[in-house]
Structures are given as C-alpha cells and as structure tokens.
C-alpha cells in the first residue's frame, strides 16, 4: 500500500549542510504550494542586491519600485510572484495571513492601496519541483522543514534567516548555524 501524501505548503524547508556548493546552499524556502502534482516554493534568503524599480520594466506605484527584489529560486528567472500579508486576510492561500499572487495588475492595485498594515516581498523567479521530486529529496534528507510564520517572510533580514531559523530548530541545528559553510574547513 502507497504511502499517504501530506503536504508541506505553508512550512519552511531548510538546507541542513547537504546542498552545500549548490544554489540551495543555506537556503530556507517557503513551501507556497505543494501537492501530488509537485511543489512550488520560494527563496526567502537570497537577494539580488537590486529594487523591483531598477530591475523592472514595468510602471508600479512608488512604494513597490522600492521594495527589494528577491531570488525566489533558479526557475524561470523572469517570472515575476509576491508574497502579501495585511492585517487581517481571510483569503490567504499559503498560509494564516500570507498569499501567493503572481498577476502584475495585483501587484499594481495591492501598491495604490498601500497602508502601514500591509506587507509586501517581490520576487524574480522561483524553486519548482515535479511530481514525487520533492518526496525524493525529503527521503534522502536533503531538507529539514520548520513551521513557517509571517516574521520568516518579512521582519528577519535575509542574510540571516538561515543561521536564525537554524537557532529556533535548536540542538545540533543550533550548533550548524555557527559552524563553516563546508564542514571541511573545520
């Protein structure tokens, strides 16, 4: 009998040392969708150093030109998604208060309405997995998952959240978190 899929949309995975020299090497990507079809998740820690107006050739309301852009993963780099949190958001689709959208017009309504409550993170490109792909990965202990929540998305700067997330899984992941990015520079 097949094992019974459970899906991990809405949760972190994080690399544990096994993906070192590879892009996911110290990633921790949100898990945005994920069923029997595949997965599709993006890359909370990886920066392009660029805002969305230097990068964009699109005409967005002030407030989003000046978001940072960030690397959702190695797939399709042109693709443009978003991850939005307001204070209260009754239909979010990732998790409690946290949606996915991937619509340009979106984005350009969710900044002409911008407040002090909304939240926004603009990304280029994301993290894919096929059917079963994902599954693989977990069964040969590529990643470690975490439960995820709004400060993962928004309040820890990227370069960090790898070693902070690492920190709150505690015992020899807090150790990692230290430790050199190749084991073989100890």
Known sequence: MGEVFRSLKGKLLIDGGDLAGSFFGRSVVLLCQHSSEGAFGLVLNRCT????????????????????????????????????????????????????????????????????TKQIRVFAGYSGWGPGQLEDEMKRNAWLTHEANIDHVFSIQPEKLWREVMIQMGGVHRLMADGPEDISWN
């Open 49 to 116: 150093g660029k805002t969305v107006g230097e990068m964009v050739l699109e005409d967005f309301p002030e407030n989003i030109n000046e978001q940072n852009l960030s690397i959702g993963g190695p797939v399709q780099s042109q693709a443009m998604s978003f991850l939005h949190s307001d204070g209260f958001l009754p239909d979010a689709n990732v998790m409690p208060n946290l949606s996915l959208e991937h619509s340009m017009d979106e984005l350009v309504e969710l900044g002409a309405s911008y407040s002090a």
